[in-house]
């Protein structure tokens, strides 16, 4: 079956870099892209960036871009993303996600919390 | 950018009623558009994707309408494990960008 798992949760802080992995199993990993959603406490899903791992490619919101980094590893079939500069504003659960071009996102990681605070 | 409006807010329901989430969006997303339920400490399920394909699995009382701008989600007769928030997700193009999303609450 498919699955996306990703790393654990942690506390940062300010001013620090988080990396979160989103490891993918039970597909080809070059098949569908993987794109990255957050949740900040009491807010909603906000959409942040997508890869694709066939070629690399990337898309940033522009609110996230210069603060985001996504990479993959086509060996292991990970996804990373980096998060840069953190302010307590970023406290949040990250989570990865498949999605087929223009598709839904049918399977999701079971998200990664990090904690912003000094 | 597109934006995505969903409406309302939040919704308070009984068992048994019917209930319909409308989603607009800024431009034409033709169908790319999908709707998620998601309970607190679980990742999102996607119900419908394509505006009205309904995901293996979810039950029929769900299904989606809509093409162009304005889409729409009901839920034909509610039931107790359906309450929880449901967004809608434009994938039409990048970036992608989701719905404020509806808490559907128990009356």
């Known amino acids: 079956q498919v699955q996306l798992v990703q790393s654990g949760a942690g506390v940062k802080e300010p001013g620090a870099s988080v990396r979160i992995s989103c490891t993918a199993s039970g597909y080809t990993f070059t098949s569908f892209y993987i794109h990255w959603v957050r949740q900040a406490p009491g807010q909603g899903l906000e959409w942040m960036a997508m890869?694709?791992?066939?070629?690399?490619?990337?898309f940033y919101t522009q609110k996230f871009q210069g603060k985001v980094s996504l990479t993959r590893d086509t060996s292991t079939g990970t996804v990373y993303m980096e998060l840069n500069s953190l302010r307590s504003e970023d406290t949040a659960v990250y989570s990865c996600?498949?999605?087929?071009?223009?598709?839904?996102?049918?399977?999701w990681g079971q998200g990664t919390l990090v904690v912003v605070s000094s | 950018d597109i934006q995505v409006t969903q409406s309302p807010s939040s919704l308070s329901a009984s068992v048994g009623d019917r209930v319909t989430i409308t989603c607009r969006s800024s431009?034409?997303?033709?169908?790319?558009l999908n709707w998620y339920q998601h309970k607190p400490g679980k990742a999102p399920t996607l119900l419908i994707s394509g505006a009205s394909t309904l995901q293996a699995g979810v039950p029929s009382r769900f299904s989606g309408s809509g093409s162009g701008s304005d889409f729409t989600l009901t839920i034909s007769s509610l039931q107790p494990e359906d309450f929880a928030t449901y967004y809608c997700h434009q994938s039409y193009t990048f970036p992608h960008s989701f719905g404020q999303g509806t808490k559907l609450e128990i009356k």
């Open positions: 996600a498949r999605g087929a071009t223009r598709g839904g996102l049918q399977d």
């Open positions: 431009q034409t997303i033709i169908t790319f």
């Open positions: 890869i694709n791992p066939k070629g690399g490619s990337t």
